[in-house]
């Protein structure tokens, strides 16, 4: 946390990733080389062993996967929930460039994925996979380019990459849901009248709310709904108190700040990172080059590096084209072109979704194959038009601050 901000308050969502969520993103980079590293090691059985050893009704990787993720969808379930009713997306005008942004940068890298596997029904269903946009790694990417990078547009990338979550969470619950059983849903929609009920009775306490949230998690899981969407569902039920200009609230303020507050750290360097190292080794023993090849590949790398850039870039450009809204302040069109980039870095929700959607280990590693190379030659480029960009503008203000000053000599 910025020493700036008096102890015992707790910041914005926005303003929380770009002093936390780059230290997250390089942790990150760190689980996900260490996760290969260790697939391809002489530790390999022992690492993909462990993930399938049963502790209870779950082995260890559904434990990740689908209770400490269920953690993890509760805060991007309060961070949204606070963003969209007091923080920097609670009018139209900031919601607008971030919001149409997200929808073109999900939109149109999943039409590049069908495109390449129109082909391929089985692999239709991966179509989501190359929508999402790692706010940590990418974040931890402009962390590395320090000033080259105006705020304005590590507010920007913050703003969209929450939005991206909420279509990432719909597309979940829309579209990667298995056979309900009627029942354990009937008994799931009970227990969330119920956490309305304590909303509305203004019930500030957090522990009812966590205890029915259990409940509510063991329900979704017995329904066919993904487990993990029962922390979002939590979230919205939590109190909220407003408060307009304020950035920064006392962890009192209300139950969802305290909350969120003691969620941030575990979430971002335990629980991701868990995640992660967890689902991110795969295996390069008995591959060939050609697995670069496959449509299913292809369709994710592309998807991910020239889909979201032509989603995220191209829709910008038709805003301000439109006169509908404006570049951040003090950023360029080449600089705005990085960001676009840095949006085809996807690690968690992709990894998240892609396992969703094929259930065979080969065709994991082949998902999780297409996600890195997208995520690398999107990281990579996003940060060469940052830098190359970045310089160019601050000699150009540098020049044009030294033209007025030889005016004003003269």
Known sequence: MSSTISKGRIQSTLRHFLDNGAL?????????????????????????NVLQVYLG???????????????????????????????????????????????????????????????????????????????????GVLSLLGKRVPTSLRIFLAALAIIDDLGAVIVIALFYTADLNLLALAGAA?????????????????????????????????????????????????????????????????????????????????????FGFANAGVSFAGLSMSIFAEPLTIGIAVGLFLGKLVGVLGTVAVLVKLNLAQLPAQASWGQMTGVALLCGIGFTMSLFIGLLAFNDPAVQDRVKIGIMLGSLVSGLLGAGFLMLFGRRDAAEKCHRHLSVTRTKAR
């Open 57 to 139: 009704p779950l082995s260890v990787q559904h434990w990740i996967n689908d209770a400490l993720m269920a953690v993890f969808f509760l805060l991007v379930g309060l961070e949204i929930k606070r963003e969209m009713l007091d923080g920097q997306l609670s009018s139209w005008s900031r919601r607008i460039l971030p919001g149409a942004a997200a929808a073109g940068g999900m939109a149109v890298p999943a039409l590049f994925y069908i495109y390449f596997n129109w082909n391929e029904p089985a692999a239709i269903r991966g179509w989501a996979i190359p929508t999402a946009t790692d706010i940590a790694f990418a974040l």
């Open 190 to 274: 009970i227990v969330f009248t119920n956490l309305l009920i304590f909303n509305r009775m203004g019930v500030k306490t957090l522990w009812p709310y966590l205890v029915l949230g259990a409940v509510l998690w063991v329900l979704t899981f017995a329904s066919g709904v993904h487990a993990t969407l029962a922390g979002v569902i939590l979230a919205l039920t939590i109190p909220l108190k407003r408060t307009p200009g304020t950035p920064e609230a006392t962890h009192a303020e209300s139950p969802l700040h305290k909350l969120e507050h003691h969620l941030q750290k575990p979430v971002a360097f335990a629980i991701v990172p868990i």
């Open 24 to 48: 997250g993103g390089l942790i990150l980079m760190l689980v996900a080389l260490l996760a290969i590293t260790t697939a391809n090691s002489p530790l390999a059985n022992a690492y993909f």
